[in-house]
């Protein structure tokens, strides 16, 4: 509506320049007529009239081109009639034009501010990875030189090998974390950013180094408090078996030491899958790889459930391949063990377990199925968090402490494997570990034949 | 027309090759840092694992000059470059052979670094290494820097550090031969450390080298065996001359 009417303005504005410009030329060509019928050759003084008019037009022009030329906006020229009203509507235009670019100025301005007082540093990186844009702490933490590195490739500045393997790949749901030696040692986080159709990158870069040695001083204080809890344990639980087994002991104490025993036992438990999992956090990446065979593994562990008085009517097992594994056995082991402690833990007596191992086109596969309790979906995210239980008191029940899934997580991240839970609560679960094709060796000597 | 595209288009591509050329140098230079850093933190803490990495992952540096050196031929070959882009080249060749010796240098401070942990550390921890080592780290970063930035001012400036690292290298010498003297049973252990601070100071001169060719490449002049106020000042009066 408005925009109809302020068309129609403009409309009524040109018509009226048009109309001024006609009466001009109309007045000028009447009076140069009359002049000229009374003084007697009409034609020249037609002639003289028009080219006056057509000079003082020009003059008008040439001013109003200088003046266009070099933008002193605020002084138009002083023109009458129809020239008057076009300097105005110039004048206008570019009163607005320029009142706009002062506010984008001030904008980027205050943007610029805003961010070079930001906590993190970032940077704007250009299609091929080239420095389009960097604030003041990017500039400090990745060494870049204001102004004069705009342009350079940022892995020509940031040379880190695990920064430019990253930006490589291309896949920037993670950050990266890389050491800066230095007067001082700094770990920085660097997290690329990249929008949907965009070329451009944002990088955004963060110290660290706090959160670093944080992390550190748990797990050490996690290691040496186990360490040193282990030691006088075995000394309490040396003299209650002693007491246990001896034979001249009075009757009401027989009851008390028997869970006395059963305790230091439980806490026997807790402490090694304490340092169990500090072992897995602090050792780097797995060196020693061999053979594992997770056929005869997994038989094994079998019948040690098997022998179990309480458990399941049905543990199944299935071998569909005879393929090993390249990793540590005792890890390897372990993660095993956990999956299929937890599901006889949680199945009732006339459930049952199936233990499957396969492989495909993916790489290999462990699944541990159980018709048990099962697991609701809002505790399937924390499931692996170091003492996080579903159920405290029935987990204390059955003899667990939280910590199994979280030495299953952190083996498995070892192995370059995942763990994928499928559970629905009063079901059953199914926990399922997928190793990449890398991981897989052939057997040294076939297996033997059936499963 | 369509004779002006497709001549364009090769220049883009030649310099898009020229490009890639320098990224994959800065690379190698990246992954030396880190190897260089990682050999002297590792002897520093006696860590042997650490210091055996850094020995198991040489390979990957002598692997990337190799490739790099390829490149290089390759260019030459079809594309005969020529002034500035013929310069490059040449920076480019020399670079990777100082790069890799860094490497080879590193490998060799890992190697003593892994020996080294198995022995009693002194009671200074290293200090001295660990400075010398620092300063050359941030040597063979900053020239590298002036690589990635063409800076010839930056990479004199990195070429005259070189004159401290040899002083510390030289008052490292005299500690040791203190120690040797005054037990006789720190010999072994003291010779090592030399080795270590003269494989330190090797990387100190590599890194001037590099500054060189980076001066080489922006100038197109030869500044090696000259003294580099002398080189300073020429330049000056080139540019000085130039600007009149």
């Known amino acids: 509506m408005s925009r109809e009417s302020s068309s129609r303005d403009q409309w009524s504005h040109l018509s009226g320049i048009v109309w001024q410009l006609a009466s001009r030329v109309g007045l000028v060509v009447g009076l140069s007529l009359l002049i000229g019928w009374i003084a007697g050759n009409m034609g020249w003084w037609l002639a003289l009239g028009l080219g006056t008019y057509l000079l003082l037009q020009l003059r008008n022009l040439w001013e109003l081109d200088r003046w266009v030329r070099f933008r002193s906006v605020l002084h138009p020229p002083d023109f009458s009639g129809p020239w008057g009203e076009l300097t105005a509507v110039i004048a206008r235009i570019y009163r607005r034009k320029q009142f706009h670019k002062q506010r984008v100025a001030n904008l980027l301005r205050e943007f610029r501010r805003l961010t070079s007082g930001m906590p993190d540093g970032a940077a704007l990186l250009g299609q091929h990875n080239e420095l389009l844009w960097f604030n003041q702490k990017a500039e400090r933490w990745l060494g870049l030189r204001r102004k004069r590195d705009v342009g350079i490739r940022i892995e020509n500045l940031v040379r880190y090998p695990a920064f430019v393997q990253y930006l490589e790949r291309g896949d920037f749901t993670h950050s990266v974390t890389v050491l800066q030696q230095g007067v001082q040692q700094h770990w920085l986080s660097i997290h690329l950013v990249q929008a949907e159709g965009s070329k451009q990158k944002l990088l955004i870069v963060r110290d660290v180094t706090h959160e670093i040695r944080i992390e550190a001083m748990r797990k050490d204080f996690v290691a040496n408090a186990s360490h040193e809890l282990r030691s006088p344990l075995t000394v309490i639980s040396g003299y209650l078996d002693a007491l246990a087994d001896d034979t001249e002991l009075e009757e009401t104490w027989k009851e008390p030491v028997r869970e006395m025993r059963r305790q230091s036992e439980r806490m026997r438990i807790l402490i090694d899958e304490l340092l169990q999992l500090s072992r897995l956090e602090n050792s780097g990446e797995l060196t020693d790889n061999q053979r594992v065979d997770v056929c005869g593994l997994l038989s094994l562990l079998r019948k040690d459930v098997l022998s179990l008085a309480r458990r399941p009517a049905e543990i199944n097992l299935q071998l569909d391949t005879d393929v090993c594994l390249s990793g540590a056995e005792t890890e390897l082991q372990s993660v095993f063990a956990n999956l299929i402690s937890n599901a006889v833990k949680y199945t009732p007596p006339e459930g049952r377990v199936d233990i499957r191992w396969w492989r495909d086109s993916e790489g290999a596969h462990l699944s541990v199925a159980d018709t048990g309790i099962g697991i609701a979906a809002e505790d399937l995210p924390r499931l692996t968090e170091r003492f996080y239980r579903v159920d405290a008191g029935r987990s204390r029940d059955l003899g667990g402490f939280g910590l199994g899934l979280a030495i299953v997580k952190h083996a498995l991240q070892r192995h370059d494997a995942t763990l994928t839970i499928d559970s629905e609560l009063g079901k059953g679960s199914k926990f399922t570990c997928h190793f990449p094709p890398e991981r897989i060796t052939a057997r040294a000597y076939p297996a033997v034949a059936g499963n | ?244």
């Open chain 2, 1 to 244: 027309m369509e004779k002006a595209d497709l001549s364009h288009h090769i220049l883009s591509r030649f310099n898009a090759d020229l490009e890639r050329l320098r990224t994959s140098v800065l690379q190698m230079g990246g992954l030396v840092e880190e190897q260089l850093a990682n050999a002297v933190l590792a002897l520093v803490n006696g860590d042997t694992a650490a210091a055996e990495k850094v020995v198991r992952n040489d390979h990957r540096v002598n692997g990337m000059e190799v490739s790099i050196d390829e490149d290089c031929n390759r260019i030459l070959a079809t594309r005969s470059p020529a002034a500035s882009d013929l310069r490059l080249i040449v920076a480019v060749i020399k670079t990777i052979t100082d790069l890799e010796r860094i490497g080879d240098e590193a490998e060799k401070i890992g190697y003593i670094g892994s020996r080294l942990a198995t022995m009693e550390r002194p009671a200074d921890r290293y200090r001295e290494i660990k400075h010398l080592g620092r300063a050359v780290e941030q040597m063979v970063h900053d020239a590298l820097d002036a690589f990635a930035r063409l800076d010839a001012d930056a990479a004199l400036a990195v070429a005259k550090r070189d004159r401290m690292v040899d002083e510390e290298y030289e008052a490292i010498q005299r500690q040791c031969i203190t120690f040797m003297m005054e037990d006789p049973r720190s010999i072994r252990r003291a010779i090592d450390v030399l080795w270590v601070a003269r494989a330190i100071e090797r990387i100190g001169d590599h890194a001037k080298n590099i500054c060189e060719y980076v001066v080489y490449m922006v100038h197109g002049k030869d500044v090696r065996h000259i003294r580099i106020e002398d080189v300073e000042e020429e330049l000056k009066a080139r540019s000085s001359s130039a600007a009149s």
